[in-house]
């Protein structure tokens, strides 16, 4: 059964960070791009980041490249999502997900259950 | 990047009724569109993907349509826990985007 589970969400100022990391089991974790997508309160889902299965490619939404670096440890089955510069509109619950393969243009079949960022003073 | 639009928002039915909802592409997407369902408190979960085709697990009541830019989710008699808001996504192109989603409510 594939399973994700996120964990590092939390309360953090303005123009602070954290690293979000997801622990993956249940399936071949480096054979899958990986995915964070993010859903602030009440609203719709928006894509974040991706990550081939080697780590070797990456492609970012344009409203968080240069604060967001997404990553993988595919030793630990964990992938991770560093957060700097955070603003207020980042505040959102963030999904760990899979591709169904590992190439770009797949759906996400799996989602994890998510983990809450509030960025507030 | 792609704009993905969905009608309608909200959408009210009785149990057992047909459902019916859609989902516009700004540009052509080809086949490369998912429908996603998230209830309350959950992470979505996958319904369809290549535009028609059920992922696992997914019960033969739920069928999608199209191709290019106009998408078509239906549910052919809605059960109680069908009841959620629906997303359409398209994955043909970065940055990969979706829609605002329909609300199914009774």
Redesign the interface.
């Known amino acids: 059964e594939v399973q994700l589970l996120e964990s590092g969400g939390g309360l953090v100022q303005p123009g602070g960070s954290l690293r979000l990391s997801c622990a993956a089991s249940g399936f071949i974790f480096n054979s899958f791009v990986m995915t964070w997508v993010r859903q602030a309160p009440g609203e719709g889902l928006e894509w974040v980041s991706a990550i081939s299965g080697r780590g070797t490619n990456t492609n970012y939404a344009d409203s968080v490249k240069g604060r967001f670096t997404i990553s993988r440890d595919n030793s630990k089955n964990t992938l991770y999502l560093h957060m700097k510069s955070l603003r207020a509109e980042d505040t959102a619950v963030y999904y760990c997900a899979k591709f169904s393969e590992n190439e770009w243009w797949r759906p996400v079949d799996y989602w994890g259950q998510g983990t809450l960022v509030t960025v507030s003073s | 990047e792609i704009v993905m639009t969905q009608s309608p928002a909200t959408l009210s039915v009785s149990p057992g009724e047909r459902a019916t909802f859609s989902c516009r592409a700004s540009q052509s997407v080809s086949s ?1 569109l ?1 429908w ?1 369902q998230q209830k309350p408190g ?5 319904l369809i ?2 535009a028609s085709t059920r ?1 696992t697990g997914i019960p033969a009541r739920f069928s999608g349509s199209g191709s290019g830019t106009e998408f078509s989710l239906t549910i052919s008699s809605l059960q109680s826990e069908d009841f959620a808001i629906y ?1 359409c ?1 398209h ?11 329909t609300k199914v409510e009774i």
Request: charged letters at 5%.
């Open positions: 490369n998912a996603y959950q992470g979505p979960r996958l993907y290549g992922a997303y996504q994955y043909n192109t970065w940055p990969l985007t979706f829609g605002g989603g």
